[in-house]
């Protein structure tokens, strides 16, 4: 499964920006037979959008560098939801991530799909149970039988390294981390 989506990435690629996690991967399966792997800290965004909460209605199409701002911009602006797609979400079959200040909870919640199979919900829920952390509800999940995915609801706040102080690009990093471990736990399981 995840071996797959590495095997795609890399295939044809010379010299190419790996996250550490994915570098980790790729050296562990020796995936990477020619060409170096540097070492990156970002990633590249197709869509980048602030919307509103209470109807979606696009407010901006924003630039990478709004990622530099601090995801606290979402507990000042809490009418507001930053929405962002990228290829590379492709990896960690993750359609978007949505990110939001849930007022309720006082917490910041990601909000996105995972196309996993329906029979793999309990790995899902025993995985999420045990890595966030928090004193609030830390996520939820449905299935979606007509998209054929999951859809994850889980606070920031209970993700390991998590930082209101953090940038929005800093965050999505972390998703994708946390993701990407995920699936690992989980094809070390089948």
């Known amino acids: 499964m995840l071996k797959k989506q590495m095997e795609l990435l890399l295939n044809g690629q010379v010299n190419l920006a790996l996250l550490d996690v994915e570098k980790a991967y790729v050296e562990k399966h020796a995936l990477l037979h020619e060409g170096v792997i540097q070492h990156k800290t970002s990633l590249h965004f197709n869509v980048i959008e602030r919307c509103d909460k209470l109807n979606e209605e696009l407010l901006a199409k924003e630039t990478e560098t709004f990622l530099a701002m601090s995801v606290h911009y979402l507990q000042e602006h809490a009418h507001e939801f930053m929405y962002v797609e ?27 799909g995972l196309r996993l199979q329906k029979k793999q919900g309990e790995f899902l829920h025993t995985y999420l149970t045990t890595h966030l952390q928090h004193e609030n509800i830390t996520y939820s999940m449905a299935f979606s039988g007509q998209d054929g995915l999951w859809e994850v609801n889980l606070a920031l706040n209970a993700l390991e390294g998590f930082s209101e102080q953090q940038s929005f690009g800093e965050v999505f990093v972390l998703l994708y981390r946390f993701v990407f471990e995920l699936l690992v736990e989980l094809e070390e399981t089948l």
Do not use: G, K, T
């Open 86 to 112: 990228s290829d590379r979400f492709e990896v960690i079959r993750v359609d978007s991530f949505a990110l939001e200040y849930d007022e309720a909870f006082a917490v910041y919640s990601a909000l996105f």
